[in-house]
């Protein structure tokens, strides 16, 4: 199984601030990595596939980059909207599909 | 565009069963065409893959945690899928999402992508 860490748990960011977030796979999924986006009492939602394709309808200040076995997924200006809890998964090597525990993006 | 609505969430004891549904709907799509996914959020925790089943329901898989007391299928003429859960424990309460993603019947063993598609959600609470 593919264990996917996620970091920092929290960060702190004022609004139009950059936000920089972090998911190391255990092994390489090369390009197979998605990040997702969930906010409270709310489905995830899709934002980027293959490390750095934004999904239909998401804003261009959401990027992703990285491959193998380090990923990154920037927001350049945060709005309001965008404080949430982010998701990184693995979907290079399945079963099981695995998820990152999480980071928690928050008003600094 | 594929729309996920779950049903069938609710309290059960320890030992007890539930059975989650979950509809599809959408202009035109192909159910079957569809890799169908189960994924649970236990409160206030993060996000961990359940069960999935191919679009003809030849291959389902399971999380370890729960082999043996879940089983997931699916109805194809009614554009819905099921997850069957026994003997829950404690540990299972949770909000359970489904997904999907779009494959084309075909190539379910290398296709490779991200769930694209996630219902709201139905909450299991396993306690007595």
């Known amino acids: 199984e593919i264990v996917m860490t996620q970091s920092p748990a929290t960060l702190s960011v004022s609004p139009g601030e950059r936000a920089t977030l972090s998911c190391r796979a255990s092994?390489?999924?090369?390009?197979?990595l998605a990040w997702y986006q969930q906010k409270p009492g709310q489905a995830p939602r899709l934002l980027i596939y293959g490390a750095s394709t934004r999904a239909t309808g998401i804003p261009a200040r959401f990027s992703g980059s990285g491959s193998g076995t380090e990923f990154t997924l920037t927001i350049s200006s945060l709005q309001s909207e965008d404080f949430a809890v982010y998701y990184c998964q693995q979907y290079d090597n399945w079963p099981p599909w695995t998820f990152g525990q999480g980071t928690k993006v928050e008003i600094k | 565009e594929v729309q996920l609505f779950e049903s069938g969430g609710g309290l059960v004891q320890p030992g007890g069963s539930l059975r989650l549904s979950c509809a599809a709907s959408g202009s035109g799509i192909i159910f079957s065409n569809y890799v169908m996914i189960w994924v649970r959020q236990a409160p206030g925790k993060g996000l961990t893959w359940v069960s999935a089943i191919s679009g003809g329901s030849v291959a389902t898989y399971y999380v370890d945690s729960v082999k043996g007391r879940f089983t997931i299928s699916r109805d194809n003429s009614k554009n819905t899928l099921y997850l069957q859960m026994n003997s829950l424990r404690a540990e299972d309460t949770a909000v359970y999402f489904c997904a999907a993603y779009y494959y084309g019947g075909t190539g379910f063993y290398t296709i490779k992508k991200p769930f694209d598609f996630w219902g709201q959600g139905a909450l299991v609470a396993v306690s007595s």
């Open positions: 092994q390489s999924v090369n390009d197979n």
